[in-house]
C-alpha cells in the first residue's frame, strides 16, 4: 500500500474538517470493515471516503459497498442535490468496490433485499421516522447482523449536519421484535 494512501486515510480519521464523520471513520479502520451497507445515501462523497479508508484498513480485500436509495424518485425538499442511479454508479465505479445501488424506498426495499446482502459489517441506518412501514423495516435489519457489526443511525441536526449515533444489537433486538420472542418454524 502506498505511503500516500496511508497518510490521507490518517487525515480523514483525524483532522477532516467534518468532525461528525471522524468516528465512522475511525471504526472502520479499527474494525477492518470490508462490507458496507447504507440506507437513504445522502453523501456520496462520505461512502466514497468511507470505502477509500476501508480499502486502506483491509488492503488486498475487495469491498463491498451497498446503498438502498431512492435516487430520482426522491422527494428534493430532503435532498439538495437529486442524484440518479447511473451518477451514482459512475461515481462508486472509481473507487474500485464491489457497489450494489438499490433503487426505491429503502422500507420497501430492505425486507425483499435483506437475505441476498447477506452479514454486513457496517450498517447505515436513516433516522427513525415514525411511520408503519419503516417500523415493518426494523424487522429484517437484524438478518444484517452478525456479532461485530458496527450500527449507526443518522440524524439531522437544526442546523443541517448529520451526526451519526451508534446503536447496540440489544436496542436492535428491540426495535425489530418489540420486545417480543418469536418462535421458530
Known sequence: MLFVEKLYSLYLRHFFGNKTDRPIYQEIYNARVRKIVELELDDCQRAIRMIEIAKTASPNTTIHYVALDRFEDRDERYAEVVLT????????????????????NPPEVLPK??????????????????SEAWGRMWFFVPRLLHPQTLVFVKRKTPDGKTIFTRKTHAEIEQLAYGGTKHRAA
Open 85 to 104: 442511479l447511473k451518477g451514482a454508479y459512475r461515481l462508486f465505479k472509481t473507487t474500485g468496490a464491489l457497489v450494489q445501488l438499490l433503487p426505491g
Open 113 to 130: 433485499a435483506a437475505n441476498f446482502l447477506g452479514k454486513t459489517d457496517l450498517l447505515l441506518l436513516p433516522e427513525e421516522p415514525a
